[in-house]
Structure formats: structure tokens, C-alpha cells
């Protein structure tokens, strides 16, 4: 069955056109990924959807009896006096509304009359029925399997929902998101936020929904568990995949280099039959008077060649120059932690902890959100409010550090590109404006104060200043966040051809897995070492938590 469907879609933002004759359909329990650049149209397709944009051209059909529920980037505004669990149960009115009449029916049979009993039977029945229908009887194992699943506290339920930073704000609304189950879920980056262990639980959870979901997301690792068709957005119009990202990223090279050949040998034959017509002229000319055969022949060829519809060439990524290079080698041993321990305020945050990084390794760290990553990180930098109680922590010799924070902040944030460029860039003017535009900052662009840019763009910058650094340690601090599933592409590339050391944090599952030879976990306190990328890590874990099931195994079976 159909839930949603676009057609011929157009929708211009003054003279750009964003969408140009899109269209996608959304089934049943259908599970979409809509992908393409920043810029691309992906959230104005969700606004669409939802009424919040209007189009220039085309139909919308979504069908009789569908919800429909939204999670923007930006969580809405509510009024001061709203509660976290008043959140939570936004879409369960109809069934707290039911429940209290439920109550009030109980109140009255308790205290009627003989003869009015039945006609109270009678409407509790229903209403009983309308509230079984409605799953009210779990709604509260509902509320707490949703809040234990997104990290909900109790003690924060009756906390003003206006007093939550921005990130509980959007898990909060999300949570409430997925308690009213609407037919169809639009999800606008969901993974923001969102730790790996609250990730994994999401996935589990998506891929049993009832309903029909469309994601754009960043986090190819989600995509590629949840979703089972791809929508890529290329100039205004959609090309489907009916497999998940990774299915995606094989079947689209696959059809580009199809493209570029069906192209090339277009090109082939237009520029022989442009080169025919001009030797048929000719000739017509040399055979004056009596040429017109010729002159007819050339004719009928500049009819066919007109008839011919002309192909695009394929377009392909614009390419940043991200190649990281190490001016001088460190030593063998880069970073030593040797039995540290850590303390924020009153809280242990590390204990006898310790992390040994030799030159050549790329290492992840990894851990739940709050377990002290970035602090181990901002240690090294003296950032940090952390006490350290014992233990030491050195560099190696040699050991030269380019250091991307996960808050990008530029000395003087009042400053340009061009200005800010200058401070770090060896080369001559004309060699800084291309290489500022082969990073995406073009012509007046570079004018732009840099407390003004995107996420995305205070990363390319960053990039382009560590590049310049020649740096043969590489501290990366969540690097994969504010950027297009390109630039993540490109970045993984050039750390991947990178000689240096690095140590880096991260959620993003994909990522981990293209660059970590080693991964570090953070859990009670310590820090275990695991050989190899994430999906690596998980089955380490996986086998080892056999290994101590398997006496209790034994024990629970062993009859004798």
C-alpha cells in the first residue's frame, strides 16, 4: 500500500531551483534513505510533506488516516511550564483523555444506582475497547522501554522541558516522537546526539516499526542497518536504489561509469557525424554546380544529429585536496598514559587508567557519552578542569600535534577566511585564494567573518590549517560531525593515506570502521584495548560475554 507520494515535484527559493521534477513513493513499512549534499533539498522535502513549505509545481498524495510525525534539527518551542513527561506524551492524548474518563465512570459505578449500572457497563465496555485498541494498558511499560532506550532519568521527567540543553532537548522530543507512533516518521538527522550504545537500541527498534520511515542522515553505519531503499538527490531529481547505503555506493559507481561510457561514445558519434556533414559540404562546394547531392546528404545528417538527445556527462564529487603529510617523523613511542587517574568536582571520572600509542597506529576512543573522551584528549592541551590524582601522562620525542576539537573556535572569530588563512598558509596570495577555493570558498565568499560559518565550513578551514601543519600526530575529536557523507568519503581517504600517528573520538560506526586498527573503550573507570575497528570491538565483546555465560550455562543445565 501507498503511504506518500511525491510527483513531479518543483520548488524554487527565489531563482534557485532546489527540487526539479522529484518524485518518490513511500510503501508500507518501507524503510527510505534520502541522501545527497548539503543544499541538496532534503529537509525542504520533509517541510513539504508536512505542510510547511508549499511547491511550485506537482501533486502530493498521503493516504486517508495517516499520521504523520517529524523530527527536525531544531526541536519546537513550548511553553515554560511544560514538563519533560508532558512531552513525552504528547501524542497519547486520545488515550489519557479515554483513561480519565475510564476513571470517572469506575467513581460513578461505585456510588450508582441498581438500574443505572448496566447503561455504565455499557459505555466502560466501550471505552474499555478504545483503550485496548489504543495499546493503553502498556502505555507506561511504552514511556519506560522509550526512556530507557534514550537515557530518560526519571528524576528528569518533571523537569521543565525549556531548562534541557539543546541535545536533551532533541532525544526528549524524539523519545516523545516515537511513543506516539505516527504511520508515517520523517527523521531529519536522528542520530544526532545520540551515544552508540542509545544508537544500537534505535536501530533494533526502527527496524521493527510499524510504520513506513523516512531518514536523511550523515551516519552511514544507521543507514546502512535500517534502511532497505536509497534516495539520492541530484540536481533537483531522485535516482532510487533498492538496497541499503552500502548497496548504494557499489550499484551508483557501477551506474556511473555506465553513464560516463554511454557519454563518451555519444560524443564519439556526434563529433563523426558533425565531421561528415563538414566533408559533405565541402565537397559540395568542390563539386559546384552539381553538388547539391552533397549539400542533401549533409542535410539529412544535421536532421539526425539535431533529433539526438543529448546526454549529461555524469557529474562527480568536487574533490578536496586533503592530503595530510608528516614534515618529521616522531618517535616510536608517541603518547604514554601510565595509571592515571581523574576526578571532575567530587566524581572519579578515571582509575588507573592507561593508553600507549607507538607511531604509525590510527586509534579510536571510544566510550558512553559523559565517560571522559574529550577530558583525556584536553589533558594533553592543560583545557580542562580535571584533577589528576596519580599517574603521568608524556608525549614522545619528536612528537609534533595538529588538533581538531569537536567545538571549532578560530583565535580571533571576528576575523575572515582570507585573514584567518593567512596566519597559517606558506605561500604566496594567489596560491592562498586556490587553495581557499579548492576548499569551497570561492570569490566573495572568503570576505566572510568565520564566527559566521556552518559547522561544516569551520571544519573545511580547520583542515586546511592542519594541513599546513605538517603535524605527525593527529588528535581528532568526534572530526565527522557538521560534515556531508562526501567530505567524511575524502576525509576517510587522505587519514587512511596519512603516515603519521592518530588518536581519535568518534560515534560515527562507518568511519571507525574504514580508519581504527585499534580501539580503546572507556567503562568503569578504566580503559580496555581491543584489536582492530568497531565491528571488530563488538565481536570481541560478543565472545567474551559467551565465555562467562558458559559457566552459568553449565551450572543452570548440569542435573547431577
Given at each position: ?33 534520502l541522501?545527497g ?15 510547511e ?19 527536525s ?26 483513561e480519565?474518563k475510564?476513571?470517572?465512570?469506575e ?35 511504552d ?12 528524576e ?18 524524539f ?21 552508540i ?9 526502527l527496524?521493527?516499526?510499524k ?9 552511514r ?14 540536481r ?26 554511454d ?9 563523426a557525424?558533425k ?5 559533405l ?23 539526425r ?9 555524469p557529474e562527480?564529487t568536487?574533490?578536496l ?5 608528516v614534515?618529521?617523523r616522531?618517535?616510536k ?32 576512543l ?7 573522551k574529550?577530558?583525556i584528549?584536553?589533558?594533553l ?17 619528536n ?7 569537536q ?34 570558498f570561492?570569490?566573495?565568499n ?11 565550513e ?61 580501539t ?30 558458559e ?10
Amino acid at each position: 500500500m501507498i503511504e506518500l507520494s511525491l510527483s513531479n515535484i518543483e520548488k524554487n527559493f527565489g531563482f534557485k531551483k532546489v527540487l526539479n521534477g522529484f518524485n518518490l513513493e513511500l510503501k508500507t513499512k518501507e524503510r527510505i534513505a534520502l541522501i545527497g549534499p548539503n543544499g541538496s533539498g532534503k529537509t525542504t522535502i520533509f517541510k513539504i510533506i508536512i505542510g510547511e513549505e508549499n511547491i511550485n509545481n506537482g501533486n502530493i498524495s498521503i493516504r486517508k488516516d495517516s499520521t504523520i510525525g517529524m523530527l527536525s534539527q531544531i526541536p519546537p518551542i513550548f511553553k515554560e511550564e511544560t514538563t519533560v513527561k508532558e512531552i513525552l506524551l504528547i501524542g497519547k492524548t486520545k488515550v489519557i483523555e479515554i483513561e480519565q474518563k475510564l476513571r470517572e465512570l469506575e467513581n460513578k459505578m461505585s456510588t450508582c444506582k441498581p438500574n443505572e449500572l448496566n447503561n455504565l457497563l455499557k459505555k466502560y465496555g466501550i471505552l474499555q475497547e478504545k483503550f485496548n485498541n489504543l495499546n493503553g494498558y502498556q502505555l507506561e511499560s511504552d514511556i519506560n522501554k522509550v526512556c530507557n532506550g534514550f537515557k530518560i532519568k526519571p528524576e528528569m521527567l518533571d523537569r521543565k522541558f525549556n531548562t534541557l540543553s539543546g541535545g536533551e532537548k532533541t532525544i526528549v522530543y524524539f523519545a516523545s516522537l516515537i511513543l506516539s507512533e505516527p504511520s508515517i516518521l520523517l527523521l531529519d538527522e536522528p542520530t544526532n546526539h545520540l551515544d552508540i550504545d542509545t544508537l544500537e537500541w534505535l536501530e533494533e527498534y526502527l527496524i521493527n516499526y510499524k510504520g513506513s520511515i523516512i531518514i536523511s542522515s550523515h551516519d552511514r553505519y544507521f543507514l546502512d542497518k535500517v534502511t532497505t531503499k536509497t534516495i539520492l538527490i541530484e540536481r533537483g531529481k531522485e535516482e532510487v536504489f533498492f538496497g541499503n547505503y552500502s548497496y548504494y555506493l557499489e550499484e551508483n559507481e557501477r551506474r556511473i561509469m555506465s553513464e560516463f561510457e554511454d557519454f563518451k561514445d555519444q560524443q564519439k558519434q556526434i563529433a563523426a557525424m558533425k565531421a561528415s556533414i563538414k566533408k559533405l559540404q565541402e565537397f559540395g562546394h568542390l563539386a559546384f554546380p552539381g553538388g547539391e547531392s552533397f549539400f542533401k546528404r549533409a542535410a539529412s545528417i544535421q536532421k539526425r544529429l539535431d533529433k539526438i538527445e543529448l546526454l549529461d556527462k555524469p557529474e562527480t564529487t568536487k574533490e578536496l585536496p586533503l592530503d595530510f603529510q608528516v614534515q618529521k617523523r616522531s618517535g616510536k613511542e608517541v603518547l604514554i598514559i601510565d595509571n592515571l587517574s581523574l576526578m571532575i568536582g567530587d566524581r572519579i571520572l578515571l582509575e588507573d587508567a592507561n593508553i600507549h600509542i607507538r607511531y604509525g597506529e590510527k586509534v579510536c576512543l571510544m566510550g558512553k557519552n559523559g565517560t571522559g573522551k574529550s577530558t583525556i584528549i584536553k589533558l594533553l592541551f592543560n583545557d580542562t578542569p580535571a584533577e589528576i590524582i596519580d599517574g603521568e601522562i608524556k608525549l614522545g620525542s619528536n612528537v609534533k600535534i595538529g588538533y581538531l576539537p569537536q567545538e571549532i573556535h578560530f583565535d580571533d572569530e571576528n576575523a575572515t577566511i582570507l585573514d584567518t588563512a593567512r596566519k597559517f598558509f606558506d605561500g604566496t596570495e594567489t596560491s592562498l585564494r586556490a587553495t581557499l577555493a579548492k576548499f569551497l570558498f570561492y570569490g566573495e565568499n572568503v570576505f566572510k567573518k568565520v564566527k559566521s560559518l556552518s559547522g561544516g565550513e569551520k571544519v573545511r578551514l580547520k583542515l586546511l590549517e592542519l594541513i599546513q601543519k605538517k603535524a605527525n600526530f593527529l588528535i581528532l575529536d568526534e572530526p565527522t560531525n557538521h560534515i556531508d557523507i562526501d567530505t567524511k568519503e575524502m576525509l576517510e581517504e587522505a587519514l587512511n593515506e596519512y603516515t603519521g600517528t592518530i588518536l581519535f573520538i568518534s560515534h560515527d560506526r562507518y568511519f571507525i570502521n574504514k580508519l581504527a586498527k585499534r580501539t580503546l573503550y572507556i567503562e568503569n573507570n578504566h580503559i580496555n584495548s581491543y584489536i582492530g575497528n568497531y565491528d571488530d570491538y563488538k565481536e570481541q565483546i560478543s565472545r567474551l560475554s559467551n565465555i562467562e555465560e558458559e559457566p552459568n550455562k553449565r551450572k543452570k543445565y548440569n542435573t547431577n
